[in-house]
């Protein structure tokens, strides 16, 4: 039973989480939340399709690269370069080679706010600042800092849709609509049905 606030969110599971064998875990965490996974498949991504996976209007860049900045500030540390478009650019490039470094796990999952509810469980992706019983913090040791220090991305685990729009966005590139199945969970009956509620 789906209500107008049901979502659905694309969560991917990039090459770390598979090299340290780790779907499990990461995957039973959304489904004893609650939420309902309705398409799952491997997948070794080229750089094309990392490319498209992280094409981002240049609005969205400047913010990336603003946070970076204000990442660097609040830790009293400087940034090479103040460009915040300079700095996204060089974030990009890195996680397209960091998402295309092998296979990765790409799930659609749904439930009401599940957008919110994923990104909860995923946590921050900077490793530092996510609190503890998130996937970031309990299972990512990276940081910012090191990942800048070696050139690369920050191995941070999980991707989380940001809003439902970039979710529907992210799921038309990654899965056909066939390739997505709509059925009932049981909890969805207890959470949603006024059957349970007292007479």
């Known amino acids: 039973m789906k209500t107008k606030l049901h979502e659905r969110s694309l969560v991917l599971l990039k090459p770390d989480t598979i090299q340290r064998g780790l779907i499990g875990e990461i995957v039973a965490r959304f489904e004893k939340k609650g939420l309902k996974i309705t398409a799952l498949k491997m997948v070794w991504p080229t750089k094309e399709m990392a490319a498209k996976h992280y094409d981002l209007p240049e609005s969205a860049m400047r913010q990336l690269g603003e946070r970076t900045l204000a990442t660097y500030a609040e830790k009293g540390q400087k940034h090479r370069t103040n460009d915040p478009l300079e700095i996204a650019r060089d974030i990009m490039k890195k996680l397209v080679g960091y998402l295309s470094a092998g296979p990765i796990v790409a799930m659609v999952v749904e439930g009401v706010h599940a957008v919110a509810h ?82």
Request: aromatic residues 10%; glycine residues 4%; without cysteine.
């Open 118 to 199: 994923i990104r909860k469980i995923r946590g921050a992706t900077n490793p530092l600042a996510a609190d503890m019983g998130t996937i970031t913090a309990d299972y990512a040791v990276d940081s910012y800092f090191i990942a800048d220090l070696q050139a690369r991305a920050v191995r941070n685990l999980v991707h989380a849709s940001g809003n439902v729009e970039e979710a529907e966005t992210e799921i038309k590139l990654w899965f056909r609509e066939g390739e997505i199945y709509d059925y009932d969970l049981a909890i969805e009956k207890i959470l949603y049905s006024k059957e349970w509620e007292a007479k």
